[in-house]
């Protein structure tokens, strides 16, 4: 299932948690519950469903001397097959200047668009 299959999926309040992690890029537990304004338990059980959705990762940590969890967005794989054509990579991936006259360009379209899907 993709991530953005999953993602829908969830529910208000787990859509909240994840986009807070997301947008935070970490957050110990003891303070996303707070700052989703919901119950210990309550924000205990959204980090749970999202680490058992694959959305997070969840590590034990010592935070302000109380024990607790680190909650931070799980790796995404990326999907370079969009920057290919055949076997050959977009010639304007790296480059500063981008030059749409090229014989890189102009061949890379070609091979995109004999390519077979």
């Given at each position: 299932m993709s991530v953005s299959e999953l993602e829908s999926e969830l529910s208000a309040d787990q859509r909240a948690g994840l986009e807070l992690i997301r947008e935070t890029g970490g957050i110990h537990q003891s303070d996303f519950w707070k700052e989703?304004?919901?119950?210990?338990?309550?924000?205990?059980?959204?980090?749970?469903?999202?680490?058992?959705?694959?959305?997070?990762?969840?590590?034990?940590?010592?935070?302000?001397?109380?024990?607790?969890?680190?909650?931070?967005?799980?790796?995404?794989?990326?999907?370079?097959?969009?920057?290919?054509?055949?076997?050959?990579?977009?010639?304007?991936?790296?480059?500063e200047e981008i030059d749409a006259q090229s014989d890189a360009f102009s061949q890379w379209l070609m091979n995109l668009a004999y390519e077979e899907y």
């Open positions: 989703l304004d919901v119950s210990s338990r309550k924000g205990s059980r959204i980090a749970e469903a999202l680490e058992e959705s694959g959305l997070i990762q969840r590590e034990d940590a010592v935070y302000d001397g109380h024990n607790t969890y680190y909650l931070e967005p799980a790796p995404r794989d990326l999907d370079f097959s969009l920057l290919m054509a055949g076997d050959m990579l977009s010639p304007f991936i790296g480059e």
